[in-house]
């Protein structure tokens, strides 16, 4: 993953999505931009974990969502293609 949490991250293709969670957080969403897609994860709060990257085409944004309500954190990321 880069960045420091500014702007928008990229990660490749296949790839995993690495997020800081609060202590009061028990899930992160993943939207896919321009789709109804979206997807839950429940995770442990409090700790650094591993989304992975849904099956979608390079250049495609995903909206990370950690937090509810004021307290939420919208993390864009951009699936870059893997060119083997």
Known sequence: MQNAGEGV????QGGTI???????DTSVDVKVAGSSDSSTFDVDPGKNVNIPVPPVPGGTLLFVTVGK????????????????
């Open 9 to 12: 991250r990229s990660v490749q």
């Open 18 to 24: 690495s997020v800081n969670v609060g202590p009061n």
């Open 69 to 84: 309500g004021l307290r939420a954190r919208i993390i864009v990321v951009e699936v870059v293609s893997s060119f083997d």
